[in-house]
């Protein structure tokens, strides 16, 4: 597989920033600096995950991934094509430009480089929900954000008081209200709770 930084500074504008180029895209393509949507070098292994379930064109993945955002992302041109470029240079995938548009299948390469990082890809899928939620607005609640700030504010506000018997104390403090909010609200309080 070829070396990805020669390339890159073939197409430094489609990249952004020249690192990989797809962690400082906008949250929303349509306005305003978003949430990060793709890790470096997760676009690229969505893609060719993408293409290995059914040849397309460049066209199709934008619709696909929007697909998987739920409307609340969709990835610009000027980063999807660059990319399919790099794959294809990288003979992970093969582009059959018929009528003027490209349909881009998967190689055998592709396909071990997909067996190589399954692990990965479950890691990209799992990056896209939560981003996902994150851009359709499923962020903490305001007060829940300001509640977040207070705890800070307040761990900030006893530095350098922090004696044996009061690391301990916060500590389950904070590791108590923690399990009951992931219990939910049925949870009960333990004792240890009751009892600080």
């Known amino acids: 597989m070829r070396e990805q930084h020669p390339h890159l500074r073939h197409h430094p504008r489609e990249f952004g920033d020249g ?3 797809f962690e400082h895209r906008p949250g929303r393509e349509r306005g305003g600096r978003g949430p990060r949507v793709f890790a470096p070098g997760d676009l690229k292994l969505l893609l060719l995950a993408l293409i290995a379930e059914q040849p397309c064109h460049g066209y199709d993945l934008i619709r696909q991934i929007e697909g998987m955002f739920d409307g609340a992302y969709s990835p610009s041109p000027g980063v999807i094509y660059p990319t399919l470029t790099f794959l294809e240079e990288s003979e992970l995938i093969l582009g059959d430009a ?4 490209k349909r881009y299948s998967v190689t055998d390469a592709g396909r071990q ?3 190589e990082q399954a692990v990965a890809l479950d890691g990209v899928r799992m990056r896209i929900d939560v981003s996902k939620r994150s851009l359709r607005g499923h962020e903490r609640p305001q007060e829940i954000h300001e509640a977040v700030h207070n705890l800070r504010h307040a761990l900030q506000l006893h530095h350098g008081r922090w004696s044996p018997e009061e690391i301990l104390r916060v500590r389950d403090l904070l590791n108590n ?5 992931v219990d939910g609200p049925g949870a009960t309080p333990s004792a240890q709770e009751k009892s600080l």
Do not use: E, N, Q, R
């Open 113 to 115: 480089s997909l067996v």
């Open 98 to 101: 018929a009528a003027g548009k």
């Open 19 to 21: 690192h990989d180029g």
């Open 177 to 181: 209200t923690a399990k009951a909010i």
